[in-house]
């Protein structure tokens, strides 16, 4: 099969398209021929800093992680799936574990769905990572209908997926954005967009809550943002953060009570845990898509496998609005 590999690690590392040996395979897995996977910011980090992080796969690599495609082959122990089947997940580039980035992958039936009926393969693709990171934070912060949540960074991956799930839920949601086409998007979902760089934290607290904070703040920011999550979340409120590999002053959260609660939703993967618990959540999601209540958001450009270089480069330049998304 065609597969886009790279030798070594590093910035300036290059894709380079390899025939390699079509996957077998083994217990518990199903043979799918990839239409189309998407870029994640941890795919990117992977490319750049790999022989730095322990879940990277050795060289030469195949990378990439999202996926949505046809079934061409079932393992007899897999009774969940058929030959055909229209599936989607996130069940590569780490590890032992092939990636994305080639025409066929052998993937643990644990880790995958069936593909909403509604959505192309193209967007089906942009959802597993950044949906089960969404729909977990959501889940762990314990959140409810009419509460408050605010997500920092309503349009991104995973804010995108965060502020329509959430509203799903029954709550009434806010997000932080920083332009008037993310405004518009953000208020598209049935949210109320907050201009973080006209507005202070004190000031849209007080706007929107009364002074009194939001029940649920989910920060797919982080870092230093983290601090301004803890002084716009209530007394004994709950946060969820995506980006924590910082050194950040938790005082704020002490005298409030406060919860974090930390996604990172790779551990699955990684250390073979639960692994079910993502094919259930990708279930749950498909429902959601199905009932009209969540659309993904797909950067405007397109990318072919063979130019899977420059949709890196679309990711890495924060120029993207929504996935970045390559098409076999």
């Known amino acids: 099969m065609k597969a886009m590999t790279i030798k070594k690690y590093g910035e300036s590392a290059k894709f380079e398209s390899n025939e390699v040996e079509k996957p077998t395979l083994k217990g518990g897995q199903v043979l799918v021929k990839i239409s189309a996977s998407s870029i994640n910011t941890v795919d990117t980090m992977i490319r750049n800093m790999g022989n730095d992080l322990p879940f990277a796969p050795v060289t030469p690599a195949i990378l990439g992680m999202d996926f949505a495609g046809t079934i061409e082959k079932v393992d007899e ?36 769905a069936l593909k909403p ?37 309503g349009t991104g991956g995973v804010g995108h997926l965060a502020v329509q799930i959430a509203k799903h839920f ?51 920011v982080g870092g230093e943002n983290m601090l301004k999550s803890f002084e716009a979340t209530a007394l004994n409120g709950q946060v969820a ?19 974090l609660h930390v996604v990172f939703m790779l551990i699955q993967m990684m250390h073979n845990f639960q692994r079910e618990k993502h094919g259930e959540i990708l279930r749950n999601i498909t429902k959601i898509v199905e009932s009209g209540a969540l659309k993904p958001l797909l950067d405007e450009e397109s990318f072919s496998l063979e130019n899977v270089g420059k949709a890196y480069a679309k990711l890495e330049s924060g120029n993207a609005i929504g996935k970045v998304v390559v098409e076999n």
Do not use: W
Not at 83 to 107: K, N, R, S
Not at 174 to 194: M, N, R
């Open 117 to 153: 009926k509604n959505l192309t393969m193209k967007e089906a693709a942009s959802i597993p990572l950044v949906g089960i990171t969404a729909y977990e934070g959501l889940i762990r912060a314990n959140v409810k209908r009419g509460q408050k949540v605010l997500v920092h960074g």
């Open 77 to 112: 122990n897999v009774t969940e799936f058929s030959v055909g089947d229209e599936v989607y997940g996130c069940a590569g580039g780490l590890g032992d574990l092939q990636g994305t980035l080639a025409e066929y992958i052998a993937a643990d039936s644990k880790l995958i």
């Open 170 to 220: 029954g709550a009434d949601v806010y997000s932080t954005v920083s332009s008037e086409k993310q405004f518009k998007i953000v208020e598209s979902y049935g949210a109320k967009a907050i201009n973080y760089k006209t507005e202070t934290v004190e000031d849209y607290v007080k706007k929107h809550t009364n002074s009194a904070g939001f029940d649920v703040v989910y920060d797919t």
């Open 241 to 259: 953060t995506t980006v924590s590999l910082c050194e950040i002053d938790l005082s704020t959260m002490h005298f409030k009570g406060l919860s």
